[in-house]
Structures are given as C-alpha cells and as structure tokens.
C-alpha cells in the first residue's frame, strides 16, 4: 500500500463501503481466526480484522488462495488487504483478493495508533502515578506484598489490556485501568470511614494482577490455556497469595485481600469466585464497576464517527451510547 494514511479506517469503510465489484484497500491487524465446517462437512475460516475505529469479519473458504495465508498468520498480524465490495442480507462483505503481512517495526507511531488504541495518557505517567498510590500505603505490610506481586509481574503488567473486548482492551489497558481505580479509590475513601483504607487500595492495585496470565498476544489478544482453565480471578489469587505468605503478611489481613480478589467481579454470573462480603470488597467491587463502565464510555466518545448521534449497541452497557454534548444553555 502506498500510502497508509490514505485508506479508509474499517468505520469508514462500513459506512461508505464501495459498490458490488468496486475494489478497496485497507490496513488492518488481524484480531481473531476461528475455523469452522460448512453444512457440506468443508473447512473455512472466519477473520475479524481491526483498527481503533472498529471491527470487521469476512470468511475464506478453503478454495480460496488466502486460505493457507490466514492459517499461517494469526491474531496480531498488520496485513495490508486488497478486495471487491460484496453484501450479504444487506450488510458490507467484502470478498478479499490479495494479503501482504506488514512488519509491525516498519510503522511509525502515528501509523500503529491507527491500527491498535493507546492508553489517552502517557503511559510513564501512569507508571509513575502507580508507584505513588503503592507508596500512599501506609500499612508496612501490605505495602510489601504489592510491592512483591508487582516486582513478580516485572513489566507484562504495563502493556497488558485490561481486557479483550469490554474495556480498556489495549497494551497498558490494565495499568490506565488501575491507576484510575486507584483515583476514584482515594477520592471516595473519605465518605467510608467503616472501609479500611489500605486494604481498600491494596486490593484496587491487585484486584486484576491474573489477566497477566489469562492473556497472551501482542497487537490482538487472546486468552492463554491457564486464562481458559483457571481465569484471572484464580490465577489473580494464587500471585496474592504467594506475596503474602512469603511476606508473612498476618492471616487475617490475607484473607480479606484474597477475598477482594475472589470477589471483585461482583456476581458469580460475572465470573466472581465469591460475592463481595466485606466492606473492602463491596466498595472495590464498585470501583472497578464503575471505572469499566467509564472506559467503555470514554472509548465510545473517543472513537464517535464524525456527525454520528448514538453508538452502536455496546455489549457491556447493554445499550447504545448518545454521544452528543449536552446542549448550551440559553438566557432568559
């Protein structure tokens, strides 16, 4: 592709996609390959491609030339893509024609931030910002058992996501996500004088410290085998609890800090080991509700298509997001 910058995002190429036959070219990292069988017992494979303005999937069936390339090249692959416009039931779906692997180390960091989202704030500051919260701990203890989980993490938690899809669903995702729960954490603490405050934030900066282990990939994401056998929650659990008994942290204390871990999904629907029963785990539980539920927002306005009014469906707000300002108001 000759000039990157002049393909169309994936959101504009779903909105204004080219006629029946008309060609297009788009760069797109590779996000998810799933295998399937067709009613006749034959191969093809569904791609879901991605950029920070959206998603798109097509298949390729195993008569097609593309076939092998999408076996060979998996989740996290920038491909340049060539193909025709097609619809299926009045959708896009576009018939690919030609796919050419492009070096991640050959973009520049203007040309990545169109293919994979960022954390909105530098990431050093959030680094920086997360040694402060750890150093707020006033609690000698717990302060030497985070400071032993996150010296056990060493830096797969700064370029970790938060998540795959729901929030935060970004290198350094997890690390935006618990500086920011660690924000509303210490602003809140106040109106709670029955939550015990280290514990509290303790529990904030370790609640997700497992989704370094759930996860694997670079550019696209998946979920490891311990991620698909165990999940976060547990694997989240067994760091803690390694970090507290090799800091000899005191029983009690290390209960109620697995406890915020096993709970801080809040419903076992949710994936919670446990339902929040503790002070500190309830109001943690609601912190990081709420700070997902933001991210979810926040990314929706950040990538609004221009002139658009409401998002698309997202499935963790369970509903569309209005995405204009509030109007001015007038005197009189």
């Known amino acids: 592709m000759d000039d990157p910058t002049a393909s169309p995002t994936i959101a504009g190429l779903t909105a204004a996609p080219p006629p029946d036959g008309g060609p297009f070219q788009l760069r797109a990292v590779i996000r998810k390959v799933e295998q399937r069988t067709t009613k006749t017992q034959k191969p093809f494979l569904v791609v879901e491609f991605a950029d920070t303005s959206g998603t798109l999937s097509t298949n390729c069936f195993d008569n097609s030339p593309l076939f092998s390339f999408f076996q060979q090249h998996r989740e996290g692959t920038i491909v340049d893509l060539s193909g025709q416009g097609d619809s299926y039931q009045g959708r896009f779906a576009p018939r690919l024609t030609e796919a050419t692997v492009v070096p991640a180390n050959n973009l520049s960091e203007e040309e990545l931030a169109r293919l994979v989202e960022q954390p909105p704030e530098p990431v050093e500051a959030l680094k920086t910002e997360l040694r402060e ?5 006033e609690n000698p203890s ?33 690390l935006e996500h618990t500086v920011r729960m660690a924000r509303a ?30 996860y694997e990939g670079g550019l696209a994401v998946r979920h490891s085998v311990a991620g698909v056998l165990q999940g976060h929650i547990v694997l989240g659990y067994q760091r803690v609890r ?15 800090l697995e406890h915020i871990i096993l709970s801080h999904q809040g419903e076992p629907e949710w994936g919670a080991a446990a339902r929040a029963a503790t002070a500190e785990a309830v109001f943690v539980s609601m912190v990081d509700n709420l700070d997902a539920k933001m991210g979810m927002v926040q990314h929706l306005l950040r990538n609004r298509r221009e002139g658009a009014v409401l998002s698309d469906r997202h499935p963790g707000l369970r509903t569309s997001l209005l995405l204009t300002e509030p109007e001015p108001e007038t005197g009189g």
Do not use: W
């Not at 919260?133 to 701990?137: D, G, N, R, T």
């Not at 030497?144 to 995702?173: L, Q």
């Not at 008994?245 to 029983?251: G, P, S, V």
């Open 133 to 137: 919260h750890v150093l707020a701990l």
């Open 142 to 174: 717990l302060r030497a058992v985070v400071e032993s989980v996150f010296s056990d993490a060493g830096p797969a938690f700064f370029t970790c996501p938060a998540a795959i899809n729901m929030h935060h669903a970004y290198p350094g995702g997890l």
């Open 185 to 214: 954490c210490r602003a809140l603490l106040p109106l709670y004088p029955e939550v015990h405050h280290d514990l509290a934030l303790a529990g904030i900066l370790l609640h997700d410290i497992g989704k370094i282990d759930e």
């Open 242 to 256: 390694r970090a507290g008994i090799k800091e000899r942290l005191d029983a009690s204390l290390l209960q109620r």
